[in-house]
């Protein structure tokens, strides 16, 4: 059983940057970690995930709507990923939720495993 502890949400102003972490304990394998929201009122969608590619190592993958502002890494020595977040705007508002699965072609939301969230807050 995978557990993921988020940390590092708050509240920034529009432009501002916040750097999100994620504590695994448990086996992940290579796999699938990534990061995932949801807006009040809102689905739960995706906002980034590092992928392991064999023998070329780790990608990142971003979903459209974040791509050029956040950046993605793992450090598997802590067994931690990070989600540097730059130049926040208000619709980023929402909790953020650590996601790992063991499977590597995971898509969208569909991940096994997901931390209890931690909020972050960009005000215009």
């Known amino acids: 059983q995978v557990q993921l502890v988020e940390s590092g949400g708050g509240l920034v102003q529009a432009g501002g940057s916040l750097r999100l972490s994620c504590a695994a304990s448990?086996?992940?394998?290579?796999?699938?970690m990534g990061w995932c929201r949801q807006a009040p009122g809102k689905e739960r969608e995706f906002v980034a995930a590092i992928r392991w590619s064999g023998g070329k190592g780790y990608y990142a993958d971003y979903a459209e709507y974040v791509k050029g502002r956040f950046t993605i890494s793992r450090d598997n020595a802590k067994n931690t990923m990070y989600l540097q977040m730059d130049s926040l705007k208000p619709e980023d508002t929402a909790l953020y939720y650590c996601?790992?699965?063991?499977?590597?072609?995971?898509?969208?939301?569909?991940?096994?495993?997901w931390g209890q969230g931690t909020q972050v807050t960009v005000s215009s």
């Open positions: 996601v790992a699965d063991s499977r590597l072609g995971v898509t969208g939301t569909d991940f096994g495993s």
């Open positions: 448990g086996r992940i394998g290579p796999g699938t």
